[in-house]
């Protein structure tokens, strides 16, 4: 019997209820993991407890499930100060500096990181953004570099983009692990209720594109090619299953497409309601441009649901095997998406051999299990990297306010000799 003491760490991350699909990967993965390592979690509203429990007894490693929503902006503080594990669902890291940075009126500091990560850019191009005219730029800056030269190591969720990655930053460990989603159950029980809660025909054809509707989504080449669909006779519906805050004029453009009667928006639903939407659906929307290079749960949720899939025909998604989902060009992408919806509609056998491709590749590369036996491999070679030294570093990342806690300390009549 081994007296081994477990890999302690400490996990950075959205948990539910918060609504992102992070946290649900957490969420589902952490269970599995706690069976071999001693994790604590550290969502945004326990994060400041962290410092005091490190200092007390350190962890052997610190991991940061890092992307762009809101919901991750509170790790920027920590991940360079204690370097960890930074598992990336986006590879594009800018929209979410800009935006906290911006947000904070943190001009200089924005100036700073962006000159940090990009050394050869024209420096006025950092107040293009500055001004609010940035955000078609941020793919092409993705504002990694601190992250990189911070972390034990880094992890993404396809091979192609940790193979781009190491071609850019030579010398970090960056590995590829699997996303894994769990079964779902999208039984013929559920679809009949489903749809009848939705108002949905039972025998009409339905698309679904499950997520945050944001115009990356192509929803409007989506209403486009559903409008083309319904003038030629087909009763196709679509269903939109996610937030819309992002997408303000979804309604306004649903009804200058005239199809107003035929799109279900089912806002944001808990992860105990999506099996009942997957269930009404019979084919599913996964688009994305442009892209961050993140990997899609949502369409991997798809897949386990064995339903057939449209996705963007992404570089990064190259491996995906033929068969598996039909691709759309984005050179020719309003009519290869309508030939791809009308193929889904009209051709039975081909939709359903699809539908079986996808549920196969979950089965045999995303499952909850694969996705757990990576990060069990990972976290015990990350445990044991060494913390890098990075040079250089932009000053808000290194600057922790001592003279801003003594102030405030004195103003209590507190003197604070630990700050120096």
């Known amino acids: 019997m081994s007296d081994q003491r477990p890999t302690t760490v400490a996990w950075f991350s959205p948990l539910p209820p918060v609504r992102s699909g992070i946290a649900a990967y957490s969420a589902e993965l952490l269970p599995r993991l706690r069976s071999t390592f001693v994790i604590d979690s550290y969502p945004e509203a326990e994060a400041h407890d962290f410092v005091w429990r490190m200092r007390r007894q350190p962890y052997d490693l610190v991991v940061y499930q890092l992307g762009n929503a809101p919901c991750h902006d509170y790790m920027w503080a920590y991940l360079a100060a204690y370097p960890g594990l930074v598992?990336?669902?986006?590879?594009?890291?800018?929209?979410?500096?800009?935006?906290?940075?911006?947000?904070?009126?943190?001009?200089?500091?924005?100036?700073?990181?962006?000159?940090?990560?990009?050394?050869?850019?024209?420096?006025?191009?950092?107040?293009?953004?500055?001004?609010?005219?940035?955000?078609?730029?941020?793919?092409?800056?993705?504002?990694?570099?601190?992250?990189?030269?911070?972390?034990?190591?880094?992890?993404?969720h396809n091979r192609l983009v940790a193979a781009e990655l190491r071609d850019e930053f030579p010398g970090v460990p960056i590995a590829a692990i699997r996303m894994g989603v769990p079964a779902i159950d999208a039984s013929a029980d559920r679809r009949r209720a489903t749809?009848?809660?939705?108002?949905?025909?039972?025998?009409?054809?339905?698309?679904?594109?499950?997520?945050?509707?944001?115009?990356?989504?192509?929803?409007?080449?989506?209403?486009?090619a559903l409008a083309a669909l319904?003038?030629?006779?087909?009763?196709?519906?679509?269903?939109?299953?996610?937030?819309?805050?992002?997408?303000?004029?979804?309604?306004?453009?649903?009804?200058?497409?005239?199809v107003t009667g035929r799109v279900r928006v089912a806002d944001y639903?808990?992860?105990?309601?999506?099996?009942?939407?997957?269930?009404?659906?019979?084919?599913?929307?996964?688009?994305?441009?442009?892209?961050?290079?993140?990997?899609?749960?949502?369409?991997?949720r798809c897949l386990a649901a064995r339903r057939a899939t449209v996705i963007s025909d992404l570089a990064h998604l190259a491996d995906v095997p033929d068969g598996v989902a039909l691709r759309v060009d984005l050179i020719d992408e309003e009519h290869a998406l309508l030939e791809a919806m009308r193929r889904l509609v009209a051709d039975a056998p081909a939709r359903d051999a699809i539908a079986d491709a996808g549920f196969r590749y979950w089965s045999s590369h995303h499952t909850?299990?694969?996705?757990?036996?990576?990060?069990?491999?990972?976290?015990?070679?990350?445990?044991?990297?060494?913390?890098?030294?990075?040079?250089?570093?932009?000053?808000?990342?290194?600057?922790?306010?001592?003279?801003?806690?003594?102030?405030?300390?004195?103003?209590?009549?507190?003197a604070v000799d630990i700050l120096r």
């Open 87 to 156: 598992v990336l669902h986006d590879a594009r890291l800018h929209h979410a500096r800009a935006r906290h940075l911006l947000q904070q009126e943190r001009f200089d500091d924005y100036r700073a990181e962006l000159r940090f990560d990009q050394p050869g850019l024209r420096p006025e191009l950092a107040d293009y953004a500055i001004e609010g005219l940035g955000r078609s730029i941020y793919y092409f800056w993705p504002m990694l570099r601190v992250v990189m030269q911070t972390a034990r190591g880094v992890a993404v």
């Open 195 to 224: 749809r009848a809660a939705l108002a949905i025909p039972p025998d009409a054809f339905v698309f679904a594109a499950f997520g945050k509707v944001t115009a990356e989504k192509r929803i409007a080449p989506i209403v486009t």
């Open 230 to 258: 319904a003038r030629e006779g087909h009763d196709a519906y679509l269903l939109l299953v996610g937030d819309t805050d992002g997408y303000p004029s979804l309604h306004a453009d649903l009804a200058a497409a005239g």
């Open 269 to 300: 639903v808990d992860d105990a309601s999506i099996g009942d939407h997957l269930g009404a659906a019979d084919a599913c929307l996964c688009l994305r441009w442009p892209t961050a290079l993140e990997t899609s749960a949502s369409w991997l």
């Open 368 to 414: 909850l299990d694969a996705m757990a036996d990576d990060y069990a491999r990972l976290l015990s070679e990350a445990s044991s990297s060494p913390a890098p030294a990075p040079r250089d570093l932009p000053r808000h990342f290194l600057d922790d306010h001592p003279d801003a806690a003594a102030a405030i300390a004195r103003r209590f009549g507190v």
